[in-house]
């Protein structure tokens, strides 16, 4: 039973964390050269206030399961405060290569063959124009403040939706009999909310950069209920049939096609019959038809070499190509929260 004071706490602790992030937001843009205007058409965007009331109305919802008895409210997770703010100084002073990328005056793109052995070209890249792309500890040890910062404190919660379907689909399962994977853990932020709100349940973490998986120990802390492994979505080390849940964040829209239908195909052939996937990313268009102008923007300000061909294709689909049948669906905010089972 939830009290008045827990939602309290709640709010307080969610306003806190938008409030830090609108804060390097507005600093980063004043610290940023603008962008050229795009020379192609842009759709329909919404105004600030209509994404700040869309952005409450997630924080909202969360409450809501959370009230309901759906899985319990997220603790904070992060760095201790003094590590907390080091890494906000490290963002800022990203920001001018960030920034010299944006406008073609720093030419460090990450060849392939050079970046160790094994990982795929597609994957050697500077996503977002990040520097390193994924594989330094800098890298890993910033990502989790640059995309809050561009979601302006709201990447978690929207990573969190993805607890809705899972606490549904859990009733009357015993959560110590689940085996769950998380494809493209990064940093570990789902894989850690997923082990609190569950922790009797066994995850695997995959993902290709080692500095982020062992970001995601330091996050997730040791335990023998969550393993992390180097691996690649599209080659899975798990048998067939062998796994319950499956879930992944914000991995779709930075792969090739090809590889994405990989990915696909492979969490339906490791999934169990009557097993559950989870997918959270970004809108696509038609989702919310008045913001697709921020879909054809995006690609513009922000190196994301796959995402236009992911916002103009339809997730349902895919999974549908791939053997999973969709059984829910939910836009929080900016994203989108699929849920699909395999039959």
Partial sequence: ?????DRLSYAAQQAARVAWYAGHYAAGRRLLKPMPKPDFPIGPTPTRAEMTADMRSTFEREWQ??????FPAPRTRGPEPAEFLRRSARYFRDLPQ????????????LPPGQQGDGLPDY??????????GWLSDHSAAIYDTQVEVLFTGAADVMRRRALSPIAQWLAGRNQRDVRGLDVGCGTGRLLAFL????????WTGVDLSAPYLAEARRLIGKTARVRLIEAAGEKLPFDDASLDLIVSSFLMHELPDKIRAQVLAEMARVLKPGSLVVIVDSIQRG?????DGLLDLFPHYFHEPYYAAYVNG????WCATAGLTSAAVERAFL?????????
Avoid: C
């Avoid at 399961?65 to 759906?70: E, N, S, T, Y």
């Avoid at 082990?195 to 066994?202: E, Q, R």
């Fill in 1 to 5: 039973m939830v009290s008045a004071l």
């Fill in 65 to 70: 399961d959370i009230a309901a008895g759906l």
């Fill in 98 to 109: 960030v920034d010299a990328r944006r406008h073609r005056t720093l030419d460090d793109e």
């Fill in 123 to 132: 994957y050697r890249q500077n996503f977002h124009f990040q520097s390193d």
């Fill in 195 to 202: 082990h609190d709100a569950w922790p009797g349940m066994k």
């Fill in 287 to 291: 989702d919310q038809p008045s913001w």
């Fill in 314 to 317: 339809n997730l349902e689909a």
């Fill in 335 to 343: 994203s989108k929260v699929a849920a699909f089972t395999k039959l």
